[in-house]
């Protein structure tokens, strides 16, 4: 594990009062170097410097735990695609800058990234203690828009939400091979960023075309 800030015992880097930000970025940083089975509440509970039994006054259990990194992380990703979407450029050149947001937030934010997607709760469900505050739009719901407003002829009959579960899969695909180090590379093949623009505008003009008759 990387030092917490200037060192394990630096303590200058939790505050009591604020023992719950604390693990969540305790948690991150385990996520992000050991996977989500990587690591423990105690493990946790030693890397802020409290006992295990001071954890339980705000989480559950290690999935509560997994659970709300996760909802933080579906809460950035879903920013970055919103501020994608609303910035300056044609649709599609908005389009194209959502994917390239997509991937930069699987490189920079891993352990947040391997959160939203290894966990089991459901971290885009409403928070009861906000039950008065609309939710905010998914990350995918995000993604339906853009294509709708990019391509507003349609698919040829196809479901909008049929072809961005194609370009999410896609996405998540060229992500997850990047950061496993599997994305071949090399004189002539395209960088991460080329090889999913390529990809989502073959997929989304492939969805158009006439199909055969049977």
């Known amino acids: ?49 409290v006992t295990p039994a001071a954890l339980y006054r705000h989480f559950r259990g ?13 809460t950035d990703l879903a920013e970055r695609l919103a501020r994608s979407l609303t910035s300056r450029g044609t649709p599609l050149e908005r389009f194209t800058r959502m994917g390239e947001a997509y991937l930069a937030f699987a490189e920079e934010e891993p352990g947040y990234y391997a959160a939203i997607f290894e966990t089991r709760g459901a971290p885009m469900a409403a928070d009861p203690a906000a039950s008065d505050v ?28 049929f072809v961005a579960l194609e370009v999410w899969a896609l996405s998540h695909g060229i992500a997850t091979l990047s950061a496993s180090g599997h994305l071949p590379k090399g004189p002539g093949m395209p960088d991460k960023y080329e090889l999913l623009r390529a990809g989502v505008l073959a997929l989304v003009h492939g969805a158009g075309r006439p199909r055969p008759s049977a």
Do not use: Q
């Open 62 to 74: 290690r999935e509560a735990l997994l659970e709300e990194v996760a909802g933080r992380g579906f």
């Open 1 to 49: 594990m990387r030092p917490w800030r200037e060192g394990p015992g630096d303590r200058r880097s939790y505050h009591h009062g604020n023992l719950k930000e604390a693990l969540i970025e305790a948690a991150r940083r385990f996520i992000a170097e050991r996977g989500v089975g990587g690591f423990t509440l105690v493990d946790a509970a030693r890397l802020v410097g």
């Open 134 to 161: 609309p939710p905010r739009p998914s990350p995918f719901d995000l993604l339906l828009e853009a294509l709708k407003s990019t391509f507003p002829d349609g698919f040829g009959g196809v479901e909008p939400r």
